[in-house]
């Protein structure tokens, strides 16, 4: 069993993943769009996926400042913006890696793949960190967002199927 620092600890430290993969999401959609690696189709699935990132981008941070004014958990703001910042760097680096010198269109909805992915595996994790926590309304957003991040994975790769037939 863990102590509570080191909940504490992990929800700050998953908290900052989430929301730093949320960002990397937004800036990919931006780059592959740019890169014209995206269809018209895939394109605008891939902004309505873009916007939805920024929404829970948005959900996630609500769930940050309730945790910093918990008494009981006093979560710091500043770890989480840190593992926020290092997680979207890594995940851009992860793209840019991904992609290579020329990739196309198929290797960009594949590469959105990987990353819807990865963001499902965070929000099972962060579900399972917030249920050690008396906290309905944040757990109740994290497993509305693990939904909706499921639904972007099976969107995700549709698109990527479509994109080699």
Do not use: W
Not at 145 to 156: A, F, G, T, V
């Amino acid at each position: 069993m863990s102590s509570k620092k080191e909940n504490i600890d992990n929800l700050q430290k998953k908290l900052g993943e989430v929301i730093g993969l949320e960002r990397a999401a937004q800036k990919a959609v931006d780059e592959l769009i740019a890169m014209k690696l995206l269809k018209s189709g895939s394109k605008s699935e891939a902004k309505e996926i873009q916007k939805e990132a920024s929404t829970h981008e948005e959900k996630i941070q609500q769930v940050v400042d309730a945790f910093s004014k918990d008494e009981n958990v006093k979560l710091d703001v500043n770890k989480v913006e840190e593992s926020a910042s290092e997680t979207e760097e890594k995940a851009t680096k992860i793209m840019k890696t991904y992609l290579g010198e020329n990739p196309d269109t198929a290797e960009a909805l594949e590469f959105l793949c990987l990353a819807e992915g990865g963001e499902v595996s965070h929000y099972e994790v962060l579900k399972t960190i917030c249920e050690n926590f008396d906290n309905k309304k944040a757990l109740t957003t994290v497993r509305s967002i693990l939904k909706e991040e499921q639904k972007h994975l099976s969107q995700c790769i549709d698109m990527a199927k479509s994109a080699v037939q």
